[in-house]
């Protein structure tokens, strides 16, 4: 929020539920919110600086009541009503990834990629033989 002119500054980050905390990273560029209801919780990764969800959602069995981040902002903690609190590894928030190589990443991973058409296809596994060559070799 604009304090002076009480005016929102960026994008609405929408929840399922009400939000019940969220938190700054340490370096300010991400947000961490959590949310829930009856038998399901949540927290959600936020860009600060665009209002785009990170990552998959955090989910939990019951409503998360409160979220934090490790001092080097490489892990997240939820904390849910039932008693539970899970640390999560965020440290992919850190590493400074060129697209080429988070596309070959992810077709490694899926197996699949985007065609022309945009449809997703299975990569032909000569191709991925040579995307895991290419990984390993960096």
Known sequence: WDALRVEPVGRRMPHEDGVDDAV???????????????NRGYARLWEVGTGEPLGKV?????????????PDGRQVLTAAHDGTARLWDVSWL????????????S??????????????????????????????SR
């Open 24 to 38: 700054f990273s340490p370096d300010g560029e991400t947000l961490l919110t959590c949310a829930g209801g009856l």
């Open 58 to 70: 955090l989910r939990h069995q019951d409503w998360v009541r409160s979220v934090g981040f490790s």
């Open 94 to 105: 850190k590493e400074d990834i060129d697209p080429e190589r988070l596309l070959r990443r």
């Open 107 to 136: 077709q490694l991973l899926s197996r699949y990629r985007i065609n022309a058409r945009g449809e997703a296809e299975l990569v032909p596994v000569s191709e991925w033989i040579g995307l895991f060559e290419r990984r390993n």
